[in-house]
Each structure stands twice: as structure tokens, then as C-alpha cells.
């Protein structure tokens, strides 16, 4: 079982930029795809971007433009690059990875890190 340990996230105003970091425990190559989840207080956990060993990536429509995610399989880590902020982007983003090019119920999750935007 790979074990998933974010950091990054902080206190930033509208139109900031932040980069989170998530490092797998694991050699990165016996995983396939690496993703960003988040949740908002009072709503469900969201997909905000994925990423495939192949470097396949997708995005949640309301980041497309703004959020850039990435990997280093030297370094077992994913990234997501945060730009424009908003203060909608508020909430706990959580990692996640998998050995297949989609998640499934079983996928490891991180602990999550805060990210809070102000106005």
C-alpha cells in the first residue's frame, strides 16, 4: 500500500499562486495515476486534476487555465501548481494515487493540507 504525504498548501490572497507537493512512499513506477481531490466545508471531495504515468492529464473545468498538475517519477511526487487563486479555491486538497489510469474506491488518500484564499 502506498502511503501519500502533502504539503504546500497555506494562507494566500485572491490572484496568489501556491504549489502543492505529494510524495508516494513508494517508487512512483508501480503507480499509474497521481490526482488532486479538494473539499470545501459543508460540500462533497472534488476531482481538481489527474495525471497518468503516460503524462495523460484532465481537469475540473473551473481550474482549466489557472491549476497546472505534474509529476517527477525520480522523485515519487506529484505537483499542483495553483495560479489566480480564488477564494472559491478554499479548501482541504487531498492526494491521491493508483495503479490503473482511472481511481477506484480502493486508491490511497494523504492527510491533505489546507489551502485558504482570501479576498
Known amino acids: 500500500q502506498v502511503q501519500l504525504v502533502e504539503s504546500g498548501g497555506g494562507l494566500v490572497q485572491a490572484g496568489g499562486s501556491l504549489t502543492l507537493s505529494c510524495v508516494a512512499s513508494?517508487?512512483?513506477?508501480?503507480?499509474?495515476?497521481m490526482g488532486w481531490y479538494r473539499q470545501a466545508p459543508g460540500k462533497q471531495r472534488e476531482l481538481v486534476a489527474q495525471?497518468?504515468?503516460?503524462?495523460?492529464?484532465n481537469y475540473q473545468d473551473s481550474v482549466k487555465g489557472r491549476f497546472t498538475i505534474s509529476r517527477n517519477n525520480t522523485k515519487n511526487t506529484v505537483y499542483l501548481q495553483m495560479n489566480s487563486l480564488k477564494p472559491e479555491d478554499t479548501a482541504v486538497y487531498y492526494c491521491?494515487?493508483?495503479?490503473?489510469?482511472?481511481?477506484?474506491?480502493?486508491?490511497?488518500w494523504g492527510q491533505g493540507t489546507q489551502v485558504t484564499v482570501s479576498s
Open positions: 491521491r494515487a493508483g495503479p490503473r489510469v482511472y481511481f477506484t474506491s480502493l486508491d490511497p
Open positions: 513508494r517508487s512512483s513506477f508501480s503507480i499509474n495515476i
Open positions: 495525471i497518468t504515468n503516460g503524462g495523460n492529464t
